[in-house]
């Protein structure tokens, strides 16, 4: 059985019909496969932070890259970094040509970085801060309720000392 093919005016078999299915099906399923094995978003920025806490060092954007694996790709990394010292994250300086990063502080210090940024990106993408900000206390553990009291008593304290408002 034959049909007309529209482009070339040629003969187009069943065969063809057949490859042509059996190729878009399967390249549709590499897709997405390659689309659900993708990280978790933050994940990549995770594993870079774990990277740069076991060196203990600061590294460049090839060296972070290697410890992955070679995976993902030199830009995707140096993007990550770049991300991550906009955050405050990591710290910069200039390594050669390159940029080497390192931790900002300790663990703990660039994850409540990390951590305090992305509360404030999420704050800032609502629409009523109030009703947001409201919620949020209302949902709160007693104890975390406490602390947030807490640290407002103290930056109140401070900004009178330095004779803010």
């Keep these: 059985m034959a049909v007309r ?13 057949n490859y042509y299915y059996h190729y878009s099906s399967r390249r549709a399923e590499e897709e997405q496969m390659s689309l659900s094995e993708r ?5 990549l920025e995770t594993e870079v932070l774990a990277t740069l806490v076991a060196a203990g060092r600061s590294m460049t954007a090839g060296e972070v890259q290697a410890q992955l694996g070679g995976d993902p790709a030199y830009t995707t990394v140096m993007t990550t970094l770049s991300r991550l010292h906009d955050k405050g994250a990591l710290t910069r300086k200039r390594s050669g040509r390159a940029f080497a990063y390192g931790l900002a502080g300790d663990s703990r210090a660039v994850d409540a970085a990390v951590t305090a940024r992305r509360m404030r990106k999420v704050l800032d993408a609502g629409t009523d ?20 009291a807490d640290l407002l008593h103290k930056l109140d304290s401070a900004h009178a000392a330095d004779g803010r408002p």
């Design 129 to 148: 801060r109030n009703v947001a900000l409201t919620r949020f206390v209302s949902e709160l553990e007693p104890d975390d309720e406490r602390l947030l």
């Design 5 to 17: 093919g529209e482009r070339s005016g040629g003969r187009v078999t069943l065969e063809h019909w």
């Design 39 to 43: 990280r978790d978003r933050g994940a």
